[in-house]
């Protein structure tokens, strides 16, 4: 199984930026995708998780402003970023897990610049 992201990069504050990971290979279809984002110097958080059917949770910093969707591909995920601020830079790393195992893609870079 592979989860691959993109749609990192520099943007300016106020700006946005949406994030697409998809996954690949053998996977159950009844699970959970996810964004999580790591800042230097600080740990992992989750930022927002998706089940299968639809249901959302984010994390209280970015309630209002990111959306996570699930595409026309069971196993793609969005995250629509708007008024990003300069506290949302971090890495960002997509989730995949099912009730047997997590898999995790390759991080993408978001930096937003005062």
């Known amino acids: 199984v592979q989860l691959q992201a993109s749609g990192g990069g520099l943007v300016q504050a106020g700006g946005s930026l949406r994030l697409s990971c998809a996954a690949s290979?053998?996977?159950?279809?009844?699970?959970?995708m996810a964004w999580h984002r790591q800042a230097p110097g600080k740990e992992r958080e989750l930022v927002a998780s998706i089940t299968t059917g639809g249901i959302a949770s984010y994390a209280d910093s970015v309630k209002g402003r990111f959306t996570i969707s699930r595409g026309g591909a069971v196993n793609t995920v969005y995250l629509q970023m708007n008024s990003l601020t300069p506290g949302d830079t971090a890495i960002y790393y997509c989730?995949?897990?099912?009730?047997?195992?997590?898999?995790w893609g390759q991080g993408t870079q978001v930096t937003v610049s005062s």
């Open positions: 989730e995949l897990t099912t009730v047997a195992q997590a898999y």
């Open positions: 290979g053998s996977l159950i279809s009844v699970n959970t």
